[in-house]
């Protein structure tokens, strides 16, 4: 992690001179942190090798990369399960500029600039960087923010205490008010777009298992690999797949064993439809050794049999129904 971020508190700078970009936490277990880009590549997610760990259970060991591009800072979802969303809009590839917003999974994090001079930071233009601004800010602002507060007490003073109470605790209850809204809303839009993608699954599974029970081994193939692009690393899909191909390596390894048991039984009749029953399982990947291999074998029993080359049509059904 230190050879690409520096991690801070948010009211921290770094202790060089220059100018810095960094990620400030707002929300999560890593809520007051700060990552100070000091790498060209950054990667943020639940990994132990990534360069942000993350303690958010929505955001996928590998989530994002933050890249620089030139001058630029370009945020990349390395295909995570949630997606990254910046300043409300769920992106796969978004340049961040000063004031984003980007969300990483649940987590909340502002990207902003800052200026080092003299080992004392300021953070330029960052909305809640009060106490950046603090930390960096000119000293003769202290006596008169002093002289403010003692003016502000007078003015309670004559007004009515019930009146005062309120407009305090207001001031930073709407801010994290305003904070938790943005948060809820962007939970609430992900699980409708979770639900929507679910329904989705849910149609090319049915799709696949149908094809499946019909022995159409490609067809269930085809499907679940589309499940696999439209939900990369789903598990339910990974499932079907291997199955889907495992029971195909089955039906075609028992329908060889018995072809070599008929040929040898001298029952050539026989085994050349055992080995167009493979043929036609594999009639979709022709290049599959397989598929080669029961044409060479048929070619044989053919000689044998004393008929003419290439007068088995093993797909002669296939083609008929199409």
């Given at each position: ?147 403010v507060m003692i003016f502000a007490g ?152 004393g008929i003419e080359k290439g007068e ?11």
């Amino acid at each position: 992690m230190a050879r690409n971020v520096l991690v801070l508190k948010h009211f921290e700078s770094p202790k060089e001179a220059g100018t810095y970009h960094r990620l400030v936490c707002l929300t999560g277990g890593n809520k007051g942190e700060s990552y100070v880009l000091i790498g060209n590549r950054i990667v943020m997610g639940r990994s132990e090798k990534a360069d942000v760990k993350l303690t958010d259970v929505k955001s996928s060991r590998e989530h994002v990369e933050i890249a620089k591009v030139g001058e630029k800072w370009v945020a990349t979802d390395l295909g995570s399960q949630n997606g990254i969303v910046v300043n409300d809009k769920k992106v796969t590839q978004q340049e961040l500029k000063e004031g984003d917003k980007l969300i990483v999974g649940t987590t909340v994090f502002k990207f902003a600039k800052v200026e080092v001079s003299g080992g004392r930071g300021k953070v330029v233009r960052e909305e809640s960087g009060s106490k950046d601004k603090a930390e960096g800010g000119n000293k003769a602002f202290v006596p008169f923010l002093i002289l403010v507060m003692i003016f502000a007490g007078l003015f309670l003073i004559d007004d009515t205490p019930k009146k005062a109470k309120p407009k305090a605790e207001s001031s930073g209850g709407n801010y994290q008010d305003m904070n938790n809204e943005y948060v809820t809303a962007i939970q609430k839009r992900q699980a409708n777009e979770n639900k929507q993608l679910k329904e989705k699954l849910t149609v090319i599974y049915q799709r696949g298992l149908r094809e499946l029970r019909e022995r159409n081994y490609y067809r269930a193939i085809h499907e679940f690999n589309l499940a696999l692009i439209i939900a990369p690393g789903d598990a339910q899909a990974e499932y079907y797949l291997r199955k889907t191909k495992e029971q195909l390596d089955k039906e075609i390894e028992g329908f060889t064993a018995n072809a070599q048991r008929d040929e040898e039984s001298l029952k050539y009749k026989n085994s050349i439809i055992a080995y167009c029953a493979i043929i036609r399982l594999l009639y979709s990947v022709p290049d599959d050794p397989r598929h080669k291999n029961a044409i060479k074998q048929i070619e044989e029993l053919e000689s044998k049999l004393g008929i003419e080359k290439g007068e088995t049509d093993c797909l002669k059904k296939q083609r008929a129904s199409q």
